[in-house]
């Protein structure tokens, strides 16, 4: 992946100087600041597709993130409420922080963990474009690295938060573009990646742990889960956690 003036140096991107440059020497994806915010975005040097950054004060996701309609999403159901005492949810597979800012706008502090350099970088620019603001203002995200190795906060938290990757069946071109950017970059996890995400998940001492699955897909690692709640599209499957009594 090529990285723009102006570009944080992530792991596994090379400077490029211009998106040109970076199409020439047959990068498939470049990293740089666009529009007036200079927001750190991702994009294809070879098509005109609307570069991806992340965002926790605007954008695509803007209307989800309105506190009164984030508490009747389907994750948030699935949260339940959280009592005094415990840290609020934590996202082993933050991603985009999509679903971290729904939590987050729904009043639940959220804090991530996210592997893939630039997607962590995406994230990290969002949060200091936002400085405190929104959603922004429940959301921590913890030093880039793997969930299975990372020293993790001591907690006890509310719930665990999945999101492994699965394949993609969106329906908007602009879904598919995001999704398929973030296949290029995140490989699906295979049956022993699974089971040790979900035991990682499981060994942190925490009430719940909530997973997003595909409505159609078997349960992550196939270990039935306590309780299901069914969307359209998703269900989020939900564990009992090590701090279940608490
Ligand atoms: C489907 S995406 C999550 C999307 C996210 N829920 C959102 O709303 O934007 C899955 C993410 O989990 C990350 N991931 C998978 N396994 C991980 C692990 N063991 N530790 C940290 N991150 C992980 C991947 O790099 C990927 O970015």
């Known amino acids: ?5 102006g570009a944080p140096a992530v792991a596994g991107t090379v400077p490029v100087v211009s998106p040109q440059a970076a199409r ?4 498939a994806l470049v990293l740089g600041p666009t529009g007036d915010s200079g927001a750190l975005s991702l994009w294809d040097p070879a098509d005109r597709a609307t570069p991806l950054s992340v965002d926790f004060l605007a954008g695509r996701q803007g209307y989800r993130l309105a506190a ?5 999403e389907r994750l948030v159901k699935a949260l339940g409420r959280c009592r005094d005492g415990v840290q609020g949810v934590l996202d082993l597979t933050a991603g985009l922080a999509r679903d971290a800012a729904l939590m987050a706008a729904a009043g639940y502090p959220v804090s991530m963990v996210e ?17 405190g603001q929104g ?10 690295g793997d969930a299975a190795t990372l020293t993790l906060p001591a907690g006890p938290w509310h719930a665990v938060y999945l999101d492994p990757m699965f ?6 071109a ?10 290029q970059l995140c490989p699906y996890p295979d049956d022993d990646e699974e089971r ?19 409505r159609r897909a078997p349960p992550l690692a196939g270990r039935a889960p306590h309780h299901v709640l069914e969307g359209k599209t998703v269900r989020f499957d939900v564990h009992n956690g090590m701090a279940v009594n608490s």
Request: proline content about 7%; charged content about 25%.
């Open 1 to 5: 992946m090529g990285r723009l003036p």
């Open 24 to 27: 020439e020497g047959g990068q």
């Open 68 to 72: 009164d309609r984030a508490r009747h």
């Open 115 to 131: 592997r893939q350099p630039v997607l962590h970088a995406l994230i990290a620019d969002a949060l200091a474009r936002a400085q």
């Open 135 to 144: 959603a922004a203002a429940l959301l921590t995200l913890l030093d880039n």
């Open 167 to 172: 394949p993609a069946r969106g329906k908007s």
């Open 174 to 183: 602009a879904v598919k573009q995001d999704l398929q950017w973030l296949q």
């Open 196 to 214: 040790r995400l979900l035991d990682v998940a499981l060994t942190v001492p925490a009430r719940k742990v909530v997973i997003k699955r595909p």
